[in-house]
């Protein structure tokens, strides 16, 4: 096996390297796990190398910087997913279905409606992630887990295609009891996918279920 944490070979590798270390340990395909570039902030020239790596599943927080930032790329590479990783505002939400591939940021009834016109409207169901403010802070975005059972039911109703439970954990503090409660929640609800762990702690929510890793400095380096 590749050591990862040899020197010579590139982020990506590595990354990659530690996805498949991570599934081997839990017992499970590292195919089954989904990594996502989070490249928000970096610059096309810092996208192509990992391209050209062979990653084809990005994550962009903004719409506009999406807008801006992707068209040339995909036209190049028509295999590339993007991913929307941050908040979504209504009025955004046409763009957002047609620029994206995948949602990981459904969190809160008024979007419901937003989404399913614009699914409607441009003829393309986009997968969503239903967001969970899994530690209960203030300042984070996400459904509180008491909503998310009736956000979940109104999902149904207007048929979006919710796949999973998203969430970004409390800083600074050990991470798997927040990975291993939304692993609960998304099984309570009948729902496979789990998208959680980032940089610091995507291997913690391998063995805890996810199926999808949003890794940005991991791959980037630092942003600034
Ligand atoms: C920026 C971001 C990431 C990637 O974070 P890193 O710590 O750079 O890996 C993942 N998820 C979301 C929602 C983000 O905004």
């Not at 192509?48 to 962009?60: C, D, N």
């Not at 009736?150 to 439970?165: C, D, F, H, K, S």
Request: charged share 20%.
């Amino acid at each position: 096996m590749t050591d990862p944490e040899a020197p010579n070979i590139t982020p990506l590798a590595q990354i990659r390297a530690r996805i498949a270390q991570a599934a081997s340990i839990a017992r499970r395909p590292a195919s089954e796990i989904t990594l996502v570039a989070v490249s928000k902030t970096r610059p096309a020239e810092a996208i192509l190398p990992l391209i050209a790596g062979g990653q084809r599943v990005f994550g962009e927080n903004r719409v506009q910087e999406a807008d801006a930032k992707w068209p040339p790329l995909q036209d190049a590479h028509p295999d590339l997913q993007l991913h929307l990783v941050g908040q979504l505002q209504s009025n955004k939400a046409e763009e957002a279905v047609r620029r994206f591939d995948c949602i990981h940021s459904l969190d809160r009834p008024s979007l419901l409606g937003a989404l399913a016109r614009a699914m409607d409207k441009v003829g393309r169901q986009v997968p969503l992630f239903v967001q969970v403010n899994i530690g209960a802070e203030d300042q984070k975005g996400g459904c509180a887990i008491a909503d998310l059972p009736a956000l979940l039911t109104e999902a149904r109703a207007a048929a979006l295609p919710v796949i999973g439970l998203m969430c970004v954990p409390p800083a600074g503090i050990e991470p798997a009891p927040f990975f291993a409660l939304l692993g609960k929640l998304a099984a309570d609800q009948g729902l496979a996918d789990l998208s959680m762990g980032m940089s610091e702690d995507f291997e913690t929510a391998i063995m805890l279920g996810a199926t999808h890793v949003r890794v940005g400095s991991a791959l980037f380096g630092a942003r600034t």
